[in-house]
């Protein structure tokens, strides 16, 4: 996902919106404005419609968001871990690290968010019903009207067998449960997903050509999207149970060479980065380790201070996210690999260093692996 910026934290999920969000706020915000408002509220003025439609497109993406947030309660209640809820140009997304544990708890999380959006769906068309006779209930009738049909199409949209989908994830419970083996009932659902996707690619310019309307141009490009996350989420689901079985021992480069801690940076580019081509070294004061230093470190120095600048000085603070234990997983490792720590962590063992463990090295033994069918 692009950039995001955080906007709270509910029931100790964090919430971010991510930049694209607000392309489709101020389409949403301009299409109901001129579209729906205008010809149902005609006798708004056109400051009023905006705020109007501008009110409605907040309590749309609430929708989205209690959508979101069901997923993420019962994923929490089951034991996952969730890191956060992202909304972005197509929704929102809720951040899972893990897979559910198993095919009834997935069920669980992918039936919550469409349930809620079911319920918002008849909630909003009893407000619709409550509000018309009101002063002023048309505007209100006709706000709850559109936010009634729109959950109804969340609901049924999301409920579509194609995985990632919700839909998808029901059908990926009940495979795994009939077949027993989460990869296999991945690979079928996620298949499921693809042909979805071109088939919303395919009607989507079809009925674009016939009826000239923009909004199945969208549908297509929701198709598309859908096609690459259902591609994405099955290698990763391959992936993941590959590295699962991997120990980080086994995919890290041991004997890496440590940097004193009193070097300069200078030499350090020159002796150490430069000769081994190792953007990553350990420092090392005596016997005691103080940290990862990655090239991305020493770049933030100014380069005139290169000379007297050691790298006691420059590496960051040992923290957990630098360090990772040789009986972990490679997938484990995978995921603690962030841009911070270089896409590279220290591999410790009883407080001395084992070795070093990248990308690079998990995707070189795993094409080891491969090769030799194992
Ligand atoms: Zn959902």
Redesign the pocket.
Known sequence: MTKSFRVGRIFGIEIEVDYTWFIVFFLLAAALSMDILATRLPHLSLGMRWLVAAFTTVLFFGSVLL??LS?SLVAKAEGLTISGITLFIFGGVSKMTDEPKSAAAEFKI?IA??LMSLLLAVLCFGLTFALRPMPGGTVFAVVFGWLGAMNGMLAVF?LLPGFP??GGRVLRAGLWKAMASLADATRIAATFGQALGILMIVGGVFFFLIARDAGFLWLALIGWFLTQMAQSSYQQVVLRQALSVVPVSQAMTAQVQAVPADMPLDRIVNDYIMAYNHPAFPVLDGDRLLGLLCLADIQRVPRETWSHATARDTVPPLTEQYVIAPQATAWDALIRMTTENCGRLLVVEDGLVRGIISRTDIMRLMRMRMQLGV
Do not use: Q, S
């Open positions: 959508h979101e997923h992918a968010g469409p999301n989908l919700d």
